[in-house]
């Protein structure tokens, strides 16, 4: 083999193991990307639900201040 083909072939060794490398570094970023968005996703939903909480009990405190106020008469 001549210097010139064992030169190509450590070339292209070398050249197809970085491409290599490169895709699956690119698919484990993509991978901590997709988890941080569930991460994300979580908390929002967490956020959501707490102040859907907060809305319902100002709902019941407003409630039992107005059946206070007024003649509430049940309808059954």
Known sequence: MS???????????????????AVHYQQSREREDMFQGVI???ARRSEKMR????EFRESSHK?????????????D
Do not use: P
């Open 3 to 21: 210097t010139r083909a064992k030169v190509t072939l450590a070339a292209s060794l070398a050249f197809s193991s970085f491409i290599i490398w």
């Open 40 to 42: 994300r996703d979580d």
């Open 51 to 54: 102040q859907r909480e907060e």
């Open 63 to 75: 409630r039992s201040m107005y059946e206070q106020v007024q003649n509430v008469v049940s309808s």
